[in-house]
């Protein structure tokens, strides 16, 4: 009599949800598209306000009397080019439906602040040293470098600003006292509203 074997398949796991799958596989690359995008919602026409209100800056710093007079009124210039910055750049984001905190948003953030804060610390230091003549080129030379490193994150034209915010800061360091204000203007002034034009005309506003 003739034995008959019956093989049973060997049970395998069932594959996972097909729509399961896709969900995981779009969370995948949002994410990863997400860790490469640039962060555009630099603002273009808020770089061209800056600029303009920086050198209405620099004409009223130079003609300011005391080295107090004449911090004071760049103090005052800082925090309006801060606001400036803060709102147009959240007009941008939310225009291009853009996350302001998005990841590349983010690491703008984080390698544009220790830059920044070192320049505030030093600007502290170099006041009481009586160091008030080379503050013009601290300022340029760590803006610019916050704005290499942060612009790593954002559109190709702004690590390039960053490089010539360096390269005047540079040249402020040694160039005589009295060229400062001439300095700044050209800095955070004409800097800003050429490259500001450009961001604007390319890149969306």
């Not at 540079?170 to 001439?182: E, I, Q, S, T, V």
Request: aromatic share 12%; hydrophobic share 55%; net charge positive.
């Amino acid at each position: 009599m003739a034995v008959v074997h019956t093989f049973e398949k060997p049970r395998t796991d069932e594959p996972p949800a097909l729509h399961d799958r896709a969900m995981d596989n779009l969370r995948f690359i949002r994410e990863t598209m997400e860790r490469a995008s640039a962060f555009t919602a630099v603002p273009g026409w808020g770089q061209v306000a800056i600029g303009v209100t920086a050198m209405f800056a620099a004409l009223v710093a130079s003609q300011q009397r005391s080295p107090f007079e004449w911090l004071a009124v760049w103090m005052a210039e800082a925090a309006v080019s801060a606001a400036i910055a803060g709102w147009t750049m959240y007009r941008k984001a939310h225009a291009s439906d853009t996350p302001l905190l998005s990841s590349p948003g983010r690491k703008l953030l984080v390698n544009l602040a220790p830059p920044v804060f070192v320049g505030a610390l030093l600007t502290v230091v170099f006041w009481r040293a009586g160091l008030t003549a080379q503050l013009p080129g601290l300022w340029l030379l760590l803006y610019g470098t916050g704005v290499v490193t942060g612009g790593a994150f954002s559109v190709r034209p702004v690590p390039f600003m960053g490089l010539c915010f360096m390269f005047l800061g540079a040249g402020a360091l040694f160039l005589p006292a009295a060229w400062g204000d001439a300095l700044m203007a050209a800095g955070f002034g004409l800097l800003h509203v050429i490259f500001g034009l450009h961001i604007a005309r390319n890149y969306g506003g």
